[in-house]
């Protein structure tokens, strides 16, 4: 409809910088564990896990082209996706596909950008 429309008019000069840390929050109480970050190494050692953009707790699968939580885990949170019976079949899935495997190819190593599928 309105495709050739360019709003340009959001950008603006004056801001007002009063409201901006009104929402922070006083941090709750204090918790018991630490959560475990993705470490860029884990990607060399799990060929398929790729880091999230945007969210350091969390591993994406390319085989499985889905996300899981590393926070509690870590490294371990990897293992044991990578032998979960979801996991083992998309494997063996994507070894009979060259579908798949253009697929996995296709997205760049080490892209920082969100990826958009
Ligand atoms: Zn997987």
């Known amino acids: 409809m309105a495709s ?3 709003a340009d008019k959001d950008q603006n000069d004056d801001c007002n910088d009063d409201s901006i840390s009104a929402s922070e929050s006083p941090p709750p109480r204090k918790k018991a564990k630490r959560l475990c970050r993705f470490q860029s190494s884990w990607v ?3 060929s398929w896990c790729q880091k999230v953009p945007g969210n350091i707790f969390q591993a994406h699968c390319r085989v499985c082209t889905r996300k ?3 926070a509690h ?3 371990n949170d990897l293992t044991v996706h990578g032998k979960s ?3 083992l079949k998309n ?3 994507a070894k009979s596909s060259s579908v798949a495997a253009f ?3 296709s997205i760049p190593t080490g892209l920082d950008k969100q990826v958009f599928w």
């Open 73 to 75: 885990g870590g490294k």
């Open 103 to 105: 697929f996995v190819r």
């Open 68 to 70: 899981f939580s590393i």
């Open 44 to 46: 060399d050692e799990f």
């Open 91 to 93: 494997v063996a899935a």
């Open 85 to 87: 019976d979801v996991h």
């Open 4 to 6: 050739s429309y360019v």
